[in-house]
């Protein structure tokens, strides 16, 4: 049965894939044309499965540009997703927290994002347009749809994770270097709540491909404003935060999926 679902792993919430009932793992580079994952808490793996009744397929592990990969490399991963039946993508990073009302630990459900790297010129879509995938000229006002944002909400609120949940804004810079304090400040001031170095481009080519997409970021530090400040961001923590909330991130998706069960499913 081909998986109707596919999640992204974001670094260090690999073990998603871990809980998936009946695997079938095959290692990026095992796959024809498939990038391989170079940052630590991505293990590059492609993981088939089960989870809570549903069918799935998990990427343990992405690619960024900043490893060197052009965005058309980048997203490659989500046209196969495609090509294979997929209709669904979970999308999850891990993010710092702009909105000084997030906490480290947070999870925030994607309303929209803002992405400094295309409006630079870097769309995955940049080329020749493939009419077998999707228009010329994809809209993103709705690139994150409500209806999943919902069932992501409901299922947080069934599970007691309200306190922890939250929804926003997330934007994309290049990487691999974390932002200034000026850049963060810029960031805020243009209504960004979370702040990562991926995910963006996966989701317009995953609507382009016309997937129905659900972003999630764990906030795993607040970033720095303030130049009197001693902290610093570092790839360590955010792998740390990630295992810690770990445990919460798969309820929340095992929940989700059997939402999506119970709405595609006749009575």
Known sequence: QCPKTAII??????????????????????????????????LGRLVFGELNGQTC??????????????????TFPIRVLFLLGVEILIVTNAAGGLNPSFQVGDIMFIRDHISMFGLGGQNPLRGPNDERFGVRFPCMSDAYEQDLLGLAME????????????EGVYCQLAGPSYETIAECRVLQALGADA???????????????????LGI???TNKVVMSYNSQEKANHEEVLH??????EALQKLVTRLLGKLGESTNPL
């Open 241 to 246: 935060i990630s295992v810690v909330r770990a």
């Open 217 to 219: 970021s764990l906030i």
């Open 195 to 213: 702040v990562g170095m991926s995910t963006i481009p996966e989701v317009i080519v995953a609507r382009h491909c016309g997937l129905r997409v």
């Open 9 to 42: 792993c974001g670094s260090g919430l690999g073990g998603l894939a871990d809980v998936l009932n009946n695997k079938t793992v095959f290692l990026y580079e095992d796959i024809p044309h498939f990038p391989r994952s170079t940052v630590a808490g991505h």
């Open 155 to 166: 299922s947080a609120q069934e599970l007691g994770f309200v306190s922890f949940t939250r």
């Open 57 to 74: 397929v998990c990427m343990q592990g992405r690619f960024h540009y900043y490893e060197g990969y052009s965005v058309s490399m980048v």
